[in-house]
């Protein structure tokens, strides 16, 4: 796993999503650098994390983090969510605040989870890895695009990213699709004492909104942000309003806490 650090004031550990890297944030980074310290993490098997013998899961990466990062608010985009999720939910001594970016407890549909997508899509995705994994990341990215008022600029950005720090392993490519699939941390929300941001895309359509206020509406601390017209990688369309929502949510996140 590699960190890279910059900028000067609070600190934000910034943590992408499937087949990406942190390079994805850099429109973002330039807007927070000036006032916030970041931590631009490169999971497992991605960009110049590729060589990492740490597993794409979310307990050790987490641990590995916690031992590297100072006492941060932690904002994960999609997958990179269930990690942010995870440390607040298990080490909210290191977690000053959480914010989730297009990012869901709970990614794929089921019985009592009805704004997640379809387990199919997950299936197909996995199958079109072993069989044409290049043209399987291709779909993604649209996907991940699709929606935005600005959909040609998020694709072509995404398209020269996911290969700007190399190929992603493959074999992590399949780990990332399956913590997708399968996770679950809805029952850790009501039990987060931090403040988190839920920051959602009104066009996305890979993480519905509805989901994300769901969510949301289970946590004790909680402010929603819909970024209109954005999809499901507002950083990238809208870095200014991604950026103000996190420099106010920053108030909130290192506010001093009243004594009880």
């Known amino acids: 796993m590699h960190i890279t650090t910059r900028g000067a004031g ?7 999503g499937w087949a990406m890297h942190s390079g994805v944030f850099e429109a973002l980074a330039q807007q927070l650098e000036a006032r916030w310290t970041l931590h631009l993490v490169d999971l497992p098997g991605h960009g110049h994390g590729r060589d990492s013998a740490l597993p794409l899961a979310l307990e050790p990466v987490v641990e590995a983090l916690v031992a590297r990062v100072p006492h941060a608010l932690w904002a994960g985009w999609s997958l990179g969510g269930l990690f942010a999720l995870h440390a607040a939910a298990t080490r909210p001594h290191a977690v000053a605040g959480l914010a989730m970016l297009c990012a869901s407890p709970r990614f794929v549909r089921g019985e009592d989870w009805r704004l997640g997508m379809s387990p199919e899509i997950f299936r197909g995705f996995a199958l079109g890895l072993r069989s044409d994994w290049r043209a399987t990341l291709d779909r993604f990215i649209a996907l991940e695009a699709f929606g935005s008022d600005d ?4 694709m072509r950005v995404l398209r020269e990213e996911v290969f700007a720090r190399g190929q992603p392993a493959a074999h992590v490519l399949a780990d990332g699709l399956e913590l997708l699939e399968t996770t679950d941390l809805r029952p850790v929300l009501p039990t987060l004492a931090m403040p988190t941001l839920w920051l959602a895309g ?5 993480v519905d909104p509805r989901a994300m206020r769901e969510a949301a509406a289970q946590v004790p601390r909680a402010e929603v942000v819909v970024v209109e017209h954005a999809g499901h990688a507002p950083f990238l369309t809208h870095a200014g309003a991604v950026a103000a929502a996190l420099d106010g949510f920053a108030a909130t996140a290192f506010a001093p806490q009243a004594p009880r």
Do not use: K
Not at 10 to 16: G, I, N, S, Y
Not at 151 to 154: C, D, F, K, T
């Open 202 to 206: 009104r066009r996305d359509r890979l």
């Open 151 to 154: 959909a040609r600029h998020e």
């Open 10 to 16: 609070p600190d934000l550990v910034l943590l992408h």
